[in-house]
T-cell receptor, first 115, second 117 residues
Framework: AQSVSQHNHHVILSEAASLELGCNYS??????LFWYVQYPGQHLQLLLK??????LVKGIKGFEAEFIKSKFSFNLRKPSVQWSDTAEYFC?????????????FGTGTRLKVLA | NAGVMQNPRHLVRRRGQEARLRCSPM?????VYWYRQLPEEGLKFMVY????????ESGMPKERFSAEFPKEGPSILRIQQVVRGDSAAYFC???????????????FGPGTRLTVL
């Protein structure tokens, strides 16, 4: 069955620390990949996405992610986090299957950044 | 441009009642998706609709749940005879249709939190 794993459920960092959140998926075919963020009390917002091309994609607010096809991974990174990055982060995979565009989500990672 | 709208934001129902959740997609979007998030879990796909058509309902429970996206008006997710296990956050997303692949970028609403007493 198709699945997405986010291994870190809770992460606590101090401001200015570097961040890397893991995301692995199980699907042998072509996929589109996404990271969404949910700030406290708000709805999911798109951080970045990968469809094709350069496997290193840049998103909003200084986030980037690297698609490594051989590892089925799409890890999210930020060189220096801020207190305002405190949020829940979701990785999502969309298998390219004719007729449907459903997403498969990971369970999310709750990031807390200490000021 | 208004985002995806969902209402109500919070809904309380007693066991056996019906719950109706509404979703208005972003302007110009013709694709609607419903997801359910149980406590401490990720979002799980339920159903994908286009105007007047259900395209993929592989994630919908076989009983009590139904969805529609009429020609006019919002998409509705309907849960009949609710049970405590239906308590969850229900998110709606929408996407446009475009040949450049942007169909596959979903924009999410704020969710409806359903509590079944």
């Amino acid at each position: 069955a198709q699945s997405v794993s986010q291994h870190n459920h809770h992460v606590i960092l101090s401001e200015a620390a570097s961040l890397e959140l893991g995301c692995n998926y199980s699907y042998g075919g072509t996929v589109n990949l996404f990271w969404y963020v949910q700030y406290p009390g708000q709805h999911l917002q798109l951080l970045l996405k990968y469809f094709s091309g350069d496997p290193l994609v840049k998103g909003i607010k200084g986030f980037e992610a690297e698609f490594i096809k051989s590892k089925f991974s799409f890890n999210l990174r930020k060189p220096s986090v801020q207190w305002s990055d405190t949020a829940e982060y979701f990785c999502a995979v969309s298998p390219i299957t004719s007729g449907t565009y459903k997403y498969i989500f990971g369970t999310g990672t709750r990031l807390k950044v200490l000021a | 441009n208004a985002g995806v709208m969902q209402n109500p934001r919070h809904l309380v129902r007693r066991r056996g009642q019906e719950a109706r959740l509404r979703c208005s997609p972003m302007k110009g979007h013709s694709h609607v998706y419903w997801y359910r998030q149980l406590p401490e879990e990720g979002l799980k796909f339920m159903v994908y609709l286009q105007k007047e058509n259900i395209i993929d309902e592989s994630g919908m429970p076989k009983e009590r749940f139904s969805a529609e996206f009429p020609k006019e008006g919002p998409s509705i997710l309907r849960i009949q005879q609710v049970v405590r296990g239906d308590s969850a956050a229900y998110f709606c997303a929408s996407s446009p249709f475009a040949l450049d692949g942007s169909t596959d970028t979903q924009y999410f609403g704020p969710g409806t939190r359903l509590t079944v007493l």
